[in-house]
């Protein structure tokens, strides 16, 4: 009996309450249907052949929910119990034996076989995803997994016997050699490596790939844990490798790339390494055996026929290599990098003896964190965390685009401006166009400080004057020219106080500031001018107003409505110009503008560009008028080692790109309003919250003790950041106070990240309330 779809939608809507609609999929193992519901969610349903082993059924499910809360849970299918909880359900056909009916969800993407180009990039995060899916499947184990079948890699030479199913006489006794020697070679040595349940089957239909157009693909997926089994761990490596190799122009340089992946996350005895070659010769006899076989038992059966085809080629070609010389390359792929690797104690006491002691770590447990994929970091034990403070890696961390961006033009060519180079001109003229039509000029550089220094210079040399007037608690960057003029740094501990040519005025903040209100702004506004007239009155000339568009380090501020246009007419007025320091808020964060200065109502003279900019390269820009940048051009060269570099501003393309193809500015408004709405509805339940501000995915949370006197719940503000690490969360505090959770995360959470935190911060603050 071959289950139809009405089959599949009546099975769905009495088994698991799913009104849906099925669609036949292909499928050898089982017969497949993809349901789409009413509510148009999709999932697939598997109904199974006849006599098919519940148990190997189960362990397929059972491997899949143990990955649930895994860091490959995303790259696999998840399971839907039916409505009474089971996973797997018998289903009388009323023609022989039951077929075992079960559901799980449908992965988008493409077959990676149908890349025509396989990046070595690309190679080692497949290499890198096997590996974390071996770590994450550690422990695990089913009875279901110990069946015996085909496709296990030790078993490989009792598969001699099926030889005689090969037509062609000198491909059987190549094949016939492989089983000979795995039985004398290889068999022996496989006990004493590691064991354990895998995928075992990571071929080039099964791992998936999204923008299967693009050039650098990105893996969307591994599906079918029909041939799952507890076998030798390294094999999943081989069988992958045996697929990506086949038809490539250098098959060992694909393995290796492969190799070097895994290895970086799941290090390989060397016992392995000297295996490998042969596991994967082992992979490709066992399959061009069974499809001689089967196509003995269905001669008219096509894809048998063509599916082998390639992996002959490739077996040909590795007859020619000797194994030994595969397995060097195998092994210099994995060779140690120059790091040794040390424990976070070890690294403690590095740091201490040989770093500047004022280096701060943050968390008492410190994190070593090493590896990052989007918005989440994992540390060195394989935990997943949450990066809600990251706002460096706007795009999300080492996102691939900007990854090969950089890759590809650091394998060409660096140099620095004073060659004519494309990407320079390209970036320049993109970057600028981003701005009002005003702000046309601008300077590369390479951090944030550097960006704010030279902006100091720029208005020095435009106006003639020094004088500057900064914001309380405001923090600019860590050079002696900007120290002195951040009252975060030089009057905190250690501080010598602001620059004699520096003056301050209150933060905008209408929350916890001394102006509260409707008018607030302008009273902001009214402190600026006197901050001017004081500077007139000592004989001076106002030389530059400098402000964050929202403020940062001073607790996630969003200034009172008003402030900045009327400060910022206020400077000009009096001849100075206005810097807007857009070195943390920039770049689409904010959702309803690109950037944050805009959501004030004022163009900036200058504007300046860190962080985000090179999504963590170190690269950062200043943007100006053509008359001040001419002002500038005092006959004394600009130049600058690294700034505008073809490597830097191929980044900096790369990350324009990312935003505007993935939508992030939109997104950011969304995700951000789902993150503040949620706070919110928080903040009505817990009393520890006094205030909940942000534009985008620019977020603050002010903890207080009283809502009238606003007493800082500091203490509390640190406990709610340790307990949100443990349950997977970074978050960080901010202010003057230390009161402020700061949420500024990479552009890509998603909104299952906003719940998962709401829930968890609701959790923490009830804990503590
Ligand atoms: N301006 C602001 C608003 C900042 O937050 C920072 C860094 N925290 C800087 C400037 C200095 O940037 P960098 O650390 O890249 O020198």
């Known amino acids: 009996m071959t289950p139809t779809t009405a089959d599949a939608e009546h099975i769905a809507h009495e088994y698991w309450g799913l009104d849906c609609r099925a669609e036949p999929l292909v499928g050898y193992e089982d017969h497949n249907f993809l349901l789409v519901t009413d509510a148009g969610d999709h999932w697939v349903l598997k109904i199974s052949r006849e006599g098919v082993d519940e148990q190997v059924l189960d362990c397929q ?65 497949i290499g890198r995803t096997l590996a974390r899916l071996d770590l994450a499947l550690e422990g695990f184990d089913h009875p279901g997994a110990h069946l015996d079948h085909a496709w296990r890699i030790e078993g490989t030479h009792e598969l001699r016997q099926y030889a005689e199913h090969i037509p062609e006489p000198a491909q059987r006794e190549m094949v016939e050699r492989h089983f000979d020697r795995f039985q004398s070679e290889v068999a022996p040595r496989l006990a004493t490596l590691d064991h354990g349940v895998i995928h075992n089957d990571a071929n080039d239909y099964n791992l998936l790939v999204r923008d299967a157009a693009d050039e650098t693909p990105v893996l969307a997926g591994l599906i079918d844990f029909g041939d799952c089994a507890h076998t030798v761990i390294i094999a999943e490596l081989a069988i992958a490798a045996a697929y990506l190799m086949l038809d490539r122009d250098d098959p060992l340089t694909t393995a290796s790339n492969l190799i070097a992946g895994y290895h970086s996350v799941r290090p390989l005895m060397a016992a392995e390494k000297g295996l490998l070659f042969d596991l994967i010769v082992a992979r490709l006899s066992t399959s061009v055996t069974m499809s001689a076989r089967g196509l003995d038992l269905e001669p008219d059966n096509q894809y048998l026929q063509i599916s082998a085809q390639p992996m002959w080629r490739l077996l040909e070609r590795l007859a020619n290599i000797d194994p030994d010389e595969a397995t060097r390359l195998f092994e210099d792929a994995c060779a140690p990098s120059s790091t040794p690797v040390r424990s976070a104690d070890e690294i403690i006491a590095v740091r201490r003896r040989h770093l500047g002691r004022n280096l701060s770590i943050s968390y008492s447990q410190p994190l070593k964190i090493v590896r990052g994929e989007g918005q989440y ?74 960006a704010n220094d030279l902006a100091l210079r720029l208005a020095r040399a435009h106006t003639g004057s020094k004088e500057i007037i900064v914001l309380d608690h405001a923090y600019h960057g860590h050079s002696p020219s900007l120290v002195e003029i ?59 107003f400098m402000a964050e568009s929202l403020i940062g380090c001073g607790g996630q501020v969003i200034p009172a409505e008003g402030f900045l246009a009327a400060a910022a007419d206020a400077a000009r007025d009096a001849g100075a110009v206005f810097i807007a320091d857009e070195v943390q808020v920039g770049f689409g964060r904010v959702g309803t503008y690109y950037w944050a200065f805009e959501t004030q109502g004022v163009v900036p003279d200058i504007a300046t560009l860190g962080k985000p900019i090179g999504n963590g390269h170190p690269m950062a820009a200043v943007i100006t008028t053509k008359e001040i940048a001419s002002s500038f051009d005092t006959g004394m060269e600009y130049f600058n080692t690294f700034g505008g570099n073809p490597v830097s501003c191929a980044v900096g393309l790369a990350v324009l790109d990312v935003i505007e193809q993935e939508g992030l500015q939109q997104h950011a408004l969304e995700v951000g309003k789902r993150m503040i709405d949620g706070l919110r509805e928080l903040q009505a339940r817990h009393p520890l919250i006094g205030d909940v501000r942000g534009l985008g995915l620019f977020i603050g949370v002010e903890l207080v003790r009283d809502h009238e006197t606003l007493e800082p719940a500091d203490t509390e503000a640190e406990r709610v950041i340790d307990e949100m690490k443990i349950r997977g969360f970074l978050l960080s505090t901010d202010g003057p106070f230390h009161n402020v959770l700061k949420i500024k995360p990479p552009m890509v959470i998603q909104a299952h990240d906003v719940d998962e935190m709401l829930e968890a911060l609701d959790e923490v603050l009830g804990a503590l309330e």
């Not at 491997?63 to 998840?78: G, I, K, M, N």
């Not at 034990?381 to 033009?409: E, F, I, K, M, W």
């Not at 209408?510 to 007239?533: F, L, M, N, S, W």
């Open 377 to 450: 970091l994992y540390d060195d034990t394989g935990s997943r965390y949450l990066d809600l403070v990251n706002n460096v890696c706007h795009v999300g961390h080492c996102h691939p685009r900007v990854v090969a961006a950089a890759q590809r033009q650091m394998a060409e060519l660096n140099t620095n401006t004073r060659y004519l180079h494309d990407n320079v001109a390209e970036y320049g003229l993109r970057l600028t166009s981003a701005f009002p039509d005003a702000l046309e000029v601008c300077f590369f550089v390479n951090s944030g400080t550097e």
């Open 61 to 125: 499910l059972q491997a899949l929910r143990f990955l649930e809360t895994s860091p490959v849970a995303h790259l696999v299918q998840q399971v839907l119990p039916a409505t009474d909880g089971r996973c797997l359900i018998p289903f009388e056909t009323g023609v022989g034996e039951p077929r075992w009916v079960r559901v799980i969800s449908y992965l988008e993407g493409a077959p990676l076989a149908n890349l025509c180009d396989l990046p070595h990039p690309f190679l080692e995060e």
């Open 486 to 544: 951040s009252p975060y740094k030089c009057e905190g501990p250690g501080g010598e106080g602001l620059a004699e040519h520096a003056r301050k005025v209150p933060m905008p903040d209408p929350y916890r500031g001394p102006h509260r209100g409707a008018d607030a702004g302008e009273h902001y506004a009214d402190e600026v001018r006197a901050a001017i007239a004081e500077i007139e009155a000592a004989d001076h000339k106002p030389g530059a």
